[in-house]
């Protein structure tokens, strides 16, 4: 089996100019955990969730609690927070060796690309779904 045949093609994407307060309101939107960054139809970064969270201003150590939090991500850009050296995959990559990149790697999804475009991504919840499509399959 291999990522193509498992792989999100759906993609929402940021490009690294976009402001990290935008990334994070696209990550809630779709209620995803990973964001390609995407400039002139080339993967260049990701962007997850933690990322975001790591550079969120707290309440408590901002000094001006009026201020809404979400307004100093606006002066962030995505690039200066995204992952740059992205691990990726191809379409014909086996669905087990992307699972073994995933938990050598301890992260939670890759970007598929072909050449250098981005084609499709594959998250840990991707391979789950087929490691219960598996196990069930075997005990019926």
């Known amino acids: 089996m291999q990522v193509a045949g498992r792989m ?5 994407q940021v490009s690294p100019s ?3 307060r935008a990334a994070w309101a696209l990550l809630r939107e779709h209620r995803i955990r990973h964001l390609p960054v995407v400039e002139d139809d080339k993967l260049v970064g990701i962007i997850t969730d933690r990322d975001v969270r790591l550079v969120f201003p707290s309440a408590l150590t901002s000094g001006q609690r009026e201020q809404d939090p979400h307004d ?7 690039r200066e927070i995204m992952t740059k050296q992205v691990i990726t995959v191809a379409p014909d990559t086996s669905i087990a060796d992307a699972a073994r990149i995933i938990l050598e790697r301890r992260i939670g999804g890759l970007p598929v ?8 991504i594959i998250t840990k919840t991707d391979i789950l779904a087929v490691y219960v ?3 069930e ?3 019926q």
């Open 8 to 12: 999100k093609t759906d993609l929402v």
């Open 113 to 120: 690309v072909q050449g250098s475009r981005l084609v499709g």
């Open 72 to 78: 100093a991500l606006e002066k962030v850009m995505v």
């Open 137 to 139: 399959g075997w005990s």
């Open 133 to 135: 499509e598996v196990v």
């Open 18 to 20: 976009d402001s990290v």
